[in-house]
């Protein structure tokens, strides 16, 4: 599902920088799929962040809407490092059609969801680690216990 974050990243952020989120970014661990960014006014009602972020006078700080639709480790905070804006404030603000509009800080709300079956229900069959062998549940390699004996010599 895709997942919307309103980010506060330190700089004022370009279009270029915007259309590289948008276009995927190029991580670490691999390229990240196209996401949807745009720049956006700071969110209202924002609760007070406990610690306050860091505050530099000289450097300004800008929000954007991103949306992503994977979820490596970090990544939104990763993406904008990579396109120079690092990640000061980072809110989820929303999952599939669910938002955190109407919620206030610390709030929940429980709801019964039906997620489509997309065959994750299935079990899945084990996988073969080793693929090639004819028979990978077995040890293949041979044991002592398993050869044939040599006739023993005996000197009278």
Same mark, same amino acid.
């Given at each position: 599902m895709p997942k &919307?974050?309103?980010v506060q990243v330190e700089g004022d952020i370009t279009? %270029?920088? =915007? $259309?590289r989120l948008e276009k995927g970014v190029e991580l670490k661990d691999g390229m990240t799929k196209p996401a949807k960014a745009q720049k956006i006014n700071e969110p209202p009602n924002l609760w007070a @962040?406990?610690?306050?972020? @860091?505050? @530099?006078?000289n450097i300004p700080t800008n929000w954007i809407? =991103? &949306?992503i639709t994977e979820g490596k480790n970090r990544q939104v905070r990763r993406m904008t490092a990579a396109v120079g804006f690092p990640t000061l404030r980072l809110i989820r603000y929303a999952i599939g059609p669910w938002t955190i509009d109407g919620l206030k800080n610390g709030d929940h709300k429980s709801l019964s969801v039906n997620v489509p079956d %997309?065959? @994750? $229900?299935q079990p899945r069959k084990p996988r073969n680690k080793h693929p090639g062998? $004819?028979?990978p549940g077995k040890n293949t390699r041979k044991s002592s216990l398993n050869k044939p004996k040599r006739p023993r010599k005996f000197n009278t």
């Open positions: &919307t974050y309103w279009q %270029d920088a =915007l $259309s @962040r406990n610690p306050p972020i @860091r505050e @530099r006078a809407a =991103l &949306t %997309d065959n @994750r $229900s062998r $004819s028979n």
